[in-house]
């Protein structure tokens, strides 16, 4: 494991659990009776409150992190008026939302916002700076969460596991772990590694998430060796054959895509891209989910415990759509219904009176160029293969046009990775080496660009946007640039991305629901990092080694009179 890295910055329950089913975007699943659930809510906010919070005494009894994959901020306003009781609308009514809050850093990835959101901190403190990053003693990308030292559980074993090893700070479940003295229980789930492995923390008692192609539940020696029986019995029963050959339909009976892998050829046979792009891979979760909770008894102990539940639904399907096409917005009103299932359930199990609930996304996504293109906005489509060639092509002219020479390794835009062995050949140094790929992308239209090397020294303008690639450096990984893209130029061919300091990127949602939030919309600045800080607090334990963000005091109900104070 790293040593850690000195940061360099100043409702009881709701009733019976009678089902019916409802139908929505031409889905049937299955919805908890509302009425019981609605009388639930108003009974965890009318109710005396209960003893002050404290994770040592299991008060609440669990706290559950919802964290969406790309999930805007505006998109709770925007479809506000369609959303149902008990899901989204549990936090806009009955909870505290923080409605402009936005990530105060440029590398909006996976990896880096989940690390972000349970650390408390940004790149510059947890390490995690990209999905995958240039390794330059293995001569290749390795994952955020790619750890040679474990092996895959669930799946064949001469897989490479998984661990937290790469995080350079312990996150929220570390502490409340530390604080109990290993009595609290804290689990990440996602169909992604990444967001499952870097939220849990060192001290996760496990992460889970699926097998890409069969769509199995998996995880990694770093917590187990075998699957627990209750996830095996999960694999056996086939529980995600359910969602395959199904249409997903909208409101009009329109089918937005179908789970039908005949035909399909590639990755895109995999259950993660068949399956993921639907709504069907957030029930399938959330399935998931219930047997965690049920099995492994959160909320039943004597220490608070902490599950955070990573959705990476919106993320497959918004890469290829946009956020403004239909699928994104039959998404959305799909989710609300899904969540209000699960907000249930945790009535039914713990009793939402117990329970504490954060919500909030890694990150956003840019609109589709084409939809931007439309309304006269400058937008493109990038193809970073093409760009990489002309880099290297600009790169070779100028240094060694004779011996034309790989000089950029890998182009996952705005982000290049340098070939530290081709400039070191020709005895050229990092910073000159990095100065040199930076001046290259601007001669292919990037803004600008930020070294490895001015970062590492902090030589970066005291401006926002300075600060926000500050933020985002990391010692972790090769040689360097992080270049400044146009607004609106997405490095995919298709679809759209995230990895940009705008605020499309930036902006996401952070809310909580519980007992100690008083209801309303703030709009005070907040971001990501107040998220662990703020339950920190609540908890009386010690926040993240790392962490800068704030606790959200404005949004927190003043602590009542000790017993027998007059006062």
């Given at each position: 494991?790293?040593p850690f890295?000195?940061c360099?910055?100043?409702c009881?329950?709701?009733?019976?659990?009678?089902?019916d089913?409802?139908?929505?975007d031409?889905m049937?699943?299955?919805?908890?009776v509302?009425?019981?659930?609605v009388?639930?809510?108003?009974l965890?906010?009318?109710?005396?409150r209960?003893?002050?919070a404290?994770?040592y005494?299991?008060?609440?009894k669990?706290?559950v992190v919802?964290v969406?994959?790309?999930?805007?901020?505006?998109?709770?306003?925007?479809?506000?008026?369609?959303?149902g009781e008990?899901?989204?609308?549990?936090?806009?009514?009955?909870?505290?939302?923080?409605a402009?809050?936005?990530y105060?850093y440029?590398n909006?990835?996976?990896?880096?916002?989940?690390a972000?959101?349970?650390?408390?901190?940004?790149s510059?403190?947890h390490?995690?700076?990209s999905?995958e990053?240039?390794d330059?003693q293995?001569k290749r990308?390795?994952?955020?969460?790619?750890?040679?030292?474990?092996?895959?559980?669930?799946?064949?074993?001469?897989?490479?596991?998984?661990?937290?090893?790469n995080?350079?700070s312990d996150?929220?479940?570390?502490?409340?772990?530390?604080a109990?003295?290993?009595?609290?229980?804290?689990?990440g789930?996602s169909?992604?590694?990444r967001?499952?492995?870097?939220?849990?923390?060192f001290?996760?008692d496990?992460a889970?998430?699926?097998?890409?192609?069969?769509?199995?539940?998996?995880?990694?020696t770093y917590?187990?060796?075998?699957?627990?029986?209750?996830?095996?019995?999960?694999?056996d029963?086939?529980?995600?054959?359910?969602?395959?050959?199904?249409?997903w339909k909208?409101s009009?009976?329109t089918v937005?895509r179908?789970?039908?892998?005949?035909g399909?050829?590639?990755r895109d046979?995999?259950?993660y891209e068949?399956?993921?792009a639907?709504?069907?891979?957030n029930?399938?979760?959330?399935?998931?989910?219930?047997?965690?909770v049920t099995?492994e008894?959160?909320g039943d102990?004597?220490?608070?415990?902490?599950?955070?539940?990573s959705?990476?639904?919106?993320d497959i399907?918004?890469h290829k759509v946009g956020?403004?096409?239909?699928?994104?917005?039959?998404?959305a009103?799909?989710?609300?219904?899904?969540?209000?299932?699960f907000?249930?359930?945790?009535?039914?199990?713990v009793?939402?009176?117990n329970v504490?609930?954060?919500?909030?996304?890694?990150?956003g996504v840019s609109?589709?160029?084409?939809?931007a293109?439309?309304?006269?906005?400058p937008?493109a489509?990038?193809?970073?293969?093409?760009?990489r060639?002309q880099?290297?092509?600009?790169?070779?002219?100028q240094?060694?046009p004779?011996?034309?020479?790989e000089?950029?390794r890998?182009f996952?835009?705005?982000?290049?990775?340098?070939n530290?062995d081709?400039?070191?050949a020709?005895?050229?140094k990092e910073?000159?080496?990095?100065?040199?790929v930076?001046?290259?992308?601007?001669?292919?239209?990037?803004r600008?660009?930020y070294?490895?090397s001015?970062l590492a020294?902090?030589?970066?303008p005291?401006t926002?946007?300075g600060?926000?690639?500050?933020h985002s450096?990391?010692?972790?990984?090769?040689?360097?640039?992080l270049?400044?893209p146009q607004?609106?130029?997405?490095?995919e061919?298709t679809?759209t991305?995230?990895?940009s300091a705008?605020t499309?990127?930036?902006?996401?949602?952070?809310?909580?629901?519980?007992?100690?939030?008083?209801p309303?919309?703030?709009?005070?600045r907040?971001?990501?990092?107040?998220?662990?800080?703020t339950?920190a607090s609540?908890?009386?334990?010690?926040a993240?080694?790392?962490?800068?963000g704030?606790?959200l005091?404005?949004?927190l109900a003043?602590?009542?009179?000790?017993?027998g104070?007059s006062?």
């Open positions: 494991m790293n890295r000195k360099r910055c100043s009881e329950s709701l009733g019976s659990a009678a089902i089913e409802v139908d929505y031409g049937k699943l299955p919805r908890p509302r009425p019981l659930a009388l639930g809510i108003l965890s906010l009318f109710l005396p209960p003893a002050p404290s994770a005494n299991g008060r609440p669990l706290v919802v969406i994959d790309q999930f805007r901020g505006d998109y709770l306003e925007r479809y506000r008026d369609e959303f008990g899901g989204f609308r549990l936090f806009l009514d009955h909870g505290a939302n923080f402009n809050c936005n105060n440029a909006t990835r996976t990896a880096p916002g989940h972000t959101l349970l650390t408390g901190s940004y510059d403190g390490g995690i700076m999905n990053w240039w330059p293995k990308r390795v994952s955020s969460v790619e750890d040679d030292a474990t092996q895959l559980v669930g799946i064949g074993k001469d897989k490479t596991g998984t661990s937290p090893h995080l350079l996150t929220l479940g570390d502490e409340l772990k530390l109990t003295q290993g009595r609290s229980r804290v689990f789930i169909l992604k590694d967001a499952s492995v870097l939220p849990a923390g001290a996760g496990g889970y998430w699926i097998d890409p192609k069969s769509g199995a539940w998996i995880t990694s917590y187990r060796h075998d699957l627990p029986k209750w996830a095996q019995e999960f694999n029963n086939q529980r995600r054959g359910k969602y395959l050959n199904r249409e909208d009009h009976g937005l179908t789970t039908n892998p005949d399909l050829k590639g046979s995999d259950y068949i399956v993921g639907t709504p069907f891979a029930d399938y979760e959330f399935d998931f989910a219930r047997e965690l099995n008894k959160l102990g004597s220490a608070t415990d902490l599950l955070v539940v959705l990476s639904a919106n399907v918004g956020p403004d096409s239909p699928e994104m917005h039959a998404m009103l799909a989710l609300d219904r899904q969540l209000a299932g907000f249930d359930f945790l009535g039914q199990q009793g939402l009176a504490w609930i954060a919500l909030s996304a890694d990150h609109p589709a160029p084409p939809a293109a439309r309304l006269h906005i937008a489509n990038l193809e970073p293969a093409g760009l060639a880099l290297n092509k600009i790169l070779s002219d240094l060694s004779a011996h034309p020479a000089y950029v890998s996952d835009y705005p982000l290049v990775w340098v530290e081709v400039f070191t020709a005895a050229v910073a000159d080496a990095e100065r040199e930076g001046e290259a992308l601007k001669q292919i239209g990037l600008g660009y070294t490895r001015q020294r902090n030589e970066v005291n926002e946007i600060l926000k690639y500050a450096y990391s010692p972790l990984g090769g040689w360097y640039v270049g400044i607004p609106f130029f997405v490095g061919k679809g991305d995230h990895a705008y499309y990127d930036t902006h996401v949602p952070l809310a909580f629901y519980g007992v100690p939030f008083l309303g919309t703030y709009r005070t907040s971001e990501p990092v107040d998220l662990a800080v339950l609540l908890l009386g334990i010690n993240p080694t790392h962490a800068i704030r606790v005091t404005e949004a003043p602590a009542g009179p000790k017993q104070d006062r």
